[in-house]
Nanobody
Framework: QVQLVESGGGLVQAGESLRLSCAAS????????MGWYRQAPGKQREFVAS???????NVADSVKGRFTISRENGKNTVYLQMNKLKPEDTAVYYC????????WGQGTQVTVSS
């Protein structure tokens, strides 16, 4: 069973940047698509970005041009570079591995103050 651990969240001001990391506990990481999702208080979890095992990227319109997803298979890690952060980006960010039964991390809090 693989485990995912997110890190890199925190409190920043609007316009600043953060980079989130999600590390997988097993090398099978390279075989699967990875994704980032977020959930704000009182809202449903929503898709942010994904990257397939071959590097195909999909990004939500709400973050396009500001957020970038990448992966480093040698480190079993996927990243989410978040630039020009806005208060509406405040949420708990989760990574997901698209295994047969999707695997989720525990989440990392991102808070953007205005």
């Amino acid at each position: 069973q693989v485990q995912l651990v997110e890190s890199g969240g925190g409190l920043v001001q609007a316009g600043e940047s953060l980079r989130l990391s999600c590390a997988a506990s097993r090398r099978i990481f390279s075989l699967y698509a990875m994704g980032w999702y977020r959930q704000a208080p009182g809202k449903q979890r929503e898709f942010v970005a994904s990257i397939t095992s071959s590097g195909t990227i999909n990004v939500a319109d709400s973050v396009k041009g500001r957020f970038t997803i990448s992966r480093e298979n040698g480190k079993n890690t996927v990243y989410l570079q978040m630039n020009k952060l806005k208060p509406e980006d405040t949420a708990v960010y989760y990574c997901k591995m698209s295994t047969s039964i999707p695997t989720w991390g525990q989440g990392t809090q991102v808070t953007v103050s205005s």
